[in-house]
């Protein structure tokens, strides 16, 4: 097996069949389906990660296997066609339902086992017409340690039970033992029941959804439908692209800081060719070898463009995220062996930092090649999961997804305090009433979002007790060597630690992706998280802003002297012109990046 690279795709040209009201209404009926099928995973899942983290998403595809409506989490559109090798459509029947984790098999459309895809074709009065999907994040499917994910794992097999795709229902009829095979590997058998009967329940909803929109409509035009919207979603990415990357090679890289098994620094390398007849190709070959410690992930080639693509859209209304998207790139060459095409049996289990360092390294090059008009960096976003036992002797696993703040953007500041699935954390009292733990603090972590005309976002300060007789902690913090960038003469975003027992005598900062952290009633853990780069000379941010971030606590007195310029009254309570003024007369240099000093490039 060699490098991957994408094939250059067919462009549909044109399509006729929908005139563009009825595209439009079966535009919004498709993502009615889709936010159904999502509310119905809510309400129904039985683990914390999915009814409270909201750790799951639902999609709708064509004939072919291309997602016309969906999330695009965890960013992957090409989630069906893994299927099609071992149950071609032709074979597939109604009532028919197909399930998957395999990270490999899949060549990542999943990206790590706890994520399990269910899909079901739907047929209309001529045929199939196209597919409803959901995944979600179990708990735990096995594996070394509870949660099924450690930073200790060298193999994927300690990350829990693999299953490749196989057909769980046919025509209607639940093949009950792969089920219980499933269950019998968790060590929260009932959490896993109730959570694939909430997929379960909302593939079918998307099917039967799905039928009616093709009874409504008529099938000729919802799959006339599905090829423009399609086909526009693509013609709009490439002209955003285009306004935004002018013709010439670019290059940058990012760093992830370790792999929790004493490698690292481990670099990923990007170069960016855009040509004058309008093609793109990216090129990640130079990136670094696999790694021992499981921040491998497995990249889909279809996923940069789905990636860069979520970002040029950003709040955009007219136009959905779809698999057009995946053809933003006329070719993507990726390294077998490397930490972005590792070979099978390379642990995946820690991939969100490397999924969240390559998004980073995208928005790099777009900075490169425009000058600094795209995001700055972000933080990844922290996982800490405390496992043990209740006082009574009730086995407990609290697995949370801790929030951090994100890069500032060439027209505001970066998002505080956000988490990448559905921005959501574990709210205090459930924590309190959940697991043997109580919350102690909850709060924005000041200084970390960069200083910039916009300040990046800011992390969160997370403090909680243990209450449990004994536990052990494992935590996933990056971005600490390396801390988020920031651009066209914004800072760098401040960093994030782990404590237990802050300010006592027995005091002791955790390493950043580390497992088998013992803890015991009475002590306390606090997660620091990190924040985003800041876009724009800090000079040129209006004092009136600064005085309200130190006010609102996001920024402290001495950042404002001494990044911003911005100088207080004695009581903090207004800013001093005069003395601004006089400040900001000795304006510092900038370059395009700061990462521990300012650089016109990261290459």
Wanted: aromatic share 8%.
């Amino acid at each position: 097996m060699g490098d991957v690279r994408s094939a250059p795709a067919a462009r549909d040209e044109g399509h006729a069949g929908v005139d563009p009201v009825t595209l439009e209404i079966i535009r919004g009926g498709l993502r009615a389906i889709q936010s159904e099928m999502e509310v119905l995973i809510e309400r129904t899942a039985m683990s914390a990660f999915i009814r409270e983290k909201k750790d799951y998403a639902s999609g709708l595809y064509d004939a072919d296997g291309r997602m016309i409506a969906g999330k695009t989490l965890p960013f992957a559109t090409d989630l069906i066609t893994p299927v099609f090798e071992h149950y071609p459509p032709e074979t597939m029947r109604p009532g028919d339902i197909y399930w998957y984790n395999d990270c490999y098999a899949s060549r990542g459309a999943v990206t790590h086992t706890p994520d399990q895809v269910l899909i079901a074709p739907v047929f209309a009065a001529d045929g199939l017409i196209g597919f409803s999907q959901t995944w979600a994040h179990f708990a735990d499917i096995g594996g070394m340690r509870p949660g099924s994910l450690s930073p200790d794992c060298t193999e994927i097999f300690q990350e829990g039970t693999i299953v490749p795709p196989v057909r769980l229902a046919q025509e209607g009829r639940i093949h009950e033992e792969l089920l219980r095979i499933f269950i019998r590997n968790s060590r929260f058998p009932s959490s896993v029941r109730g959570d694939l009967r909430a997929l379960l329940a909302a593939v079918a909803l998307g099917e039967k959804r799905l039928q009616e929109l093709a009874a409504r409509f008529g099938p000729a035009s919802v799959r006339a439908a599905f090829a423009e919207l399609l086909s526009r979603t693509e013609r709009a990415l490439r002209e955003r692209l285009r306004a935004l990357v002018p013709p010439g090679t670019y290059r940058f890289a990012d760093v992830i800081d370790s792999d929790g098994q004493g490698s690292g620094p481990i670099t990923l390398r990007y170069r960016l060719e855009a040509t004058e007849d309008g093609r793109f190709v990216l090129d990640q070959t130079e990136t670094d070898d696999q790694t021992k410690g499981p921040v491998n992930l497995v990249l889909s080639p279809k996923s940069p463009g789905v990636l860069v693509g979520a970002y040029l859209l950003g709040s955009s209304t007219e136009i959905s995220l779809n698999a057009g998207a995946e053809r933003l790139f006329d070719e993507v060459r990726l390294r077998e062996g490397s930490v972005l095409q590792p070979r099978f049996p390379a642990p995946l289990g820690q991939r969100g930092l490397t999924m969240l360092r390559n998004l980073a390294g995208y928005l790099g090059l777009l900075n490169t090649a425009s000058g600094g008009q795209a995001s700055a960096s972000h933080s990844p976003y922290s996982i800490w999961l405390i496992r043990g036992e209740t006082m009574e002797g009730e086995r407990f696993l609290m697995s949370d997804g801790v929030a951090c703040g994100y890069g500032a953007r060439p027209f505001a500041d970066g998002h505080d305090a956000v988490y990448l699935v559905a921005q959501e954390n574990y709210p205090a009292e459930f924590v309190d009433i959940s697991y043997p733990m109580r919350v102690r603090r909850y709060a924005i972590n000041p200084d970390t979002g960069g200083p910039g005309r916009w300040r990046g976002g800011c992390g969160v300060i997370r403090e909680m007790e243990v209450l449990a007789k004994e536990a052990l902690l494992s935590v996933r913090l990056d971005a600490i060597a390396h801390p988020p960038w920031g651009t066209n003469g914004g800072m760098q975003g401040g960093t994030g630690r782990c404590v237990v027992n802050p300010g006592r005598p027995d005091e002791r900062v955790l390493a950043p992706l580390s497992d088998g952290n013992r803890v015991r009633r009475g002590d306390v853990i606090r997660l620091e998280t990190g924040g985003g780069g800041g876009w724009g000379h800090p000079f040129d941010r209006e004092p009136e802003r600064v005085l309200a971030d130190v006010r609102g606590g996001f920024v402290s007195r001495e950042s404002a002297e001494r990044d911003y310029g911005v100088i207080l009254t004695a009581d903090g309570r207004a800013v001093d012109a005069e003395a601004t003024r006089r400040r900001r007369a000795d304006r510092p240099p900038a370059k395009l990046f700061h990462r521990h000093g300012y650089a016109e490039s990261l290459a």
